[in-house]
């Protein structure tokens, strides 16, 4: 019995403590189950940044779109600069540049800079009393060009001022109203005003002074051809942005005086001017085109680079007759869509000059040789040589230009429709002209001859229609030197296509001609012509 009484001593305390293991199992199984719910650290590592992130990412978006609309309310100035008052702005844009609107007149855009901000400066109306002085004392145009500079200068100085206030305010305002805390809307404008002198930097970095050798002309501006001669002449008078702003408003200055529609301007003796068109594709308008550009920009010679036709069939020569009648020495050359007989027709008429085969001409002092595409593909019916055929025509083209040369008659101008032959004569003869591909580009070859490729001057006739947007209209003006008959300069003239009337002229200056660069020596003069046709 005794050892009953120690055994049960011994056994109840442990049960009494079993009754207790709910109660001690209710907190484990609550712990166990947060390390079984916890994150990992891999997952930790994963979340973390996410939300600092996101932060981020919104505190961009507000201050962009505050700076923004901190420029569209007041980031502009309204500043006199000579005897117009104009308005200058800076606006977002992903090209930079700068473009003066000179209203109703048209547009005027320069690559002055690449970065996130473009400065566009508004010709809003000319001063009566400033004109008035001018016209009073006519002695202060000397001065004019000096006094517009410091404007343009104190107008951009103030300019910048106010935008790193609308950019800084504009940040600021939206970032409290979105985050309702100031020292976020600090940040925001802070970021702001840092981006805005990031943007200056960048445009200070890649500003380019040369831009104002290469304008792009709109609207009614297109139609008013430059004074050409020598290049190195324009740089020396347009060394600085702020010195072309001023001949621009010298310019208009003279035009509102004037009460005229366009200004004029007198063509420069130096320089022999030279329409190059391709590809009109029997579009009657082009001539009416080509007409007026002889006449408004005093043209010595047109060069047609080929595919005057479209089938080149005896039915459509009557297209051609109007080319008699244009005002200056039209120079031919076949292209794929031309057959014998167009070319035959064309011999016929007057002041056409038909070139193949290698053969040359003087025309307006310049010596040009060309050669037909050897290939006649109007439609599909006929199959193509392809470019074979093409590089046999311009080795051959090449092989009476390099003779000539040897007779001491070298040739200025080179004329092929395909580009692919045109390329053959790279070496021989410091410009060649070509079309086919319906559009618009210069190249500079490996042996120093330079590719002038014409777009569609008939804006690629018929097949304007089957795209959603017609083809331009497009012509090229070229001017050559008269001394050395080096090209000098060239406008790039891009017309609206079908049922469009906008208008384009773009200014390009060769790399030699550009400021610091050496000059090229003249070609050796070529000898008169023994015929007004051919020679040799």
């Excluded at 719910?37 to 978006?61: M, N, W, Y």
Aim: aromatic fraction near 4%.
């Amino acid at each position: 019995m005794a050892s009953v009484r120690a055994a049960a001593r011994k056994v109840l305390p442990r049960l009494h403590r079993l009754h207790r293991l709910p109660r001690l199992h209710r907190p484990l199984r609550h712990a166990l189950s947060r390390v079984r719910t916890a994150p990992t650290p891999f997952a930790q590592l994963d979340d973390a940044p996410r939300q600092p992130l996101k932060r981020a990412l919104g505190l961009v978006a507000v201050v962009l779109v505050g700076a923004w609309l901190g420029l569209l309310i007041v980031g502009s100035v309204h500043a006199p600069v000579g005897p117009m008052d104009t308005q200058m702005t800076l606006r977002p844009s992903l090209s930079g540049g700068t473009k003066i609107n000179v209203s109703p007149l048209g547009a005027l855009e320069l690559d002055s800079h690449t970065a996130p901000l473009r400065l566009d400066v508004d010709v809003d109306s000319l001063d009566p009393d400033r004109a008035r002085a001018l016209v009073d004392h006519p002695e202060r145009i000397a001065g004019l060009q000096d006094e517009v500079t410091r404007d343009v200068q104190a107008g951009t100085l103030d300019l910048a001022l106010r935008s790193c206030v609308a950019v800084v305010l504009g940040a600021a305002a939206l970032g409290l109203a979105v985050y309702r805390r100031p020292r976020r809307a600090l940040a925001a404008g802070g970021l702001a005003l840092g981006l805005l002198v990031l943007c200056g930097g960048a445009a200070l970095a890649t500003w380019n002074p040369k831009s104002v050798l290469e304008p792009r002309f709109s609207g009614l501006l297109s139609s008013a051809p430059s004074v050409v001669g020598n290049a190195r002449s324009i740089v020396t008078e347009f060394d600085a942005y702020q010195k072309e702003l001023a001949r621009l408003v010298t310019n208009v200055t003279k035009l509102y005086d004037a009460t005229s529609t366009l200004p004029t301007y007198a063509p420069d003796p130096s320089t022999t001017r030279v329409l190059h068109v391709s590809d009109i594709h029997l579009n009657p308008a082009s001539w009416h085109i080509i007409a007026s550009l002889v006449e408004q920009y005093e043209i010595d010679v047109i060069i047609d680079s080929g595919d005057t036709m479209d089938h080149g069939t005896a039915a459509e020569n009557r297209f051609l007759d109007p080319i008699e009648d244009l005002g200056a020495p039209y120079v031919w050359v076949r292209g794929n869509h031309d057959s014998a007989t167009t070319q035959r027709y064309l011999e016929r008429l007057e002041n056409v000059h038909v070139l193949d085969d290698g053969r040359a001409v003087h025309v307006g002092g310049l010596r040009i040789a060309g050669i037909g595409d050897p290939q006649f593909t109007p439609d599909r019916s006929v199959v193509a040589r392809g470019d074979p055929a093409e590089r046999l025509a311009g080795r051959f083209l090449a092989g009476s230009l390099r003779a000539q040369r040897a007779v001491g008659a070298p040739v200025d101008v080179a004329v092929a429709h395909n580009p692919v032959a045109a390329r053959q004569t790279d070496g021989l003869v410091p410009l060649v002209l070509s079309g086919h591909v319906h559009r618009q580009k210069t190249e500079q070859l490996p042996l120093g001859t330079r590719l002038r490729i014409e777009g569609s001057t008939g804006g690629s006739g018929l097949r304007a229609v089957e795209d959603d947007e017609p083809d331009p209209v497009s012509a090229s003006v070229l001017y050559l030197d008269r001394t050395s008959r080096r090209l000098q300069a060239w406008d790039e003239i891009r017309l609206g296509g079908l049922g469009l009337t906008t208008a384009e002229v773009s200014r390009h200056v060769p790399e030699e001609n550009e400021p610091g660069a050496t000059p090229t020596p003249p070609l050796s003069p070529s000898p008169p012509a023994r015929s007004p046709r051919s020679s040799p």
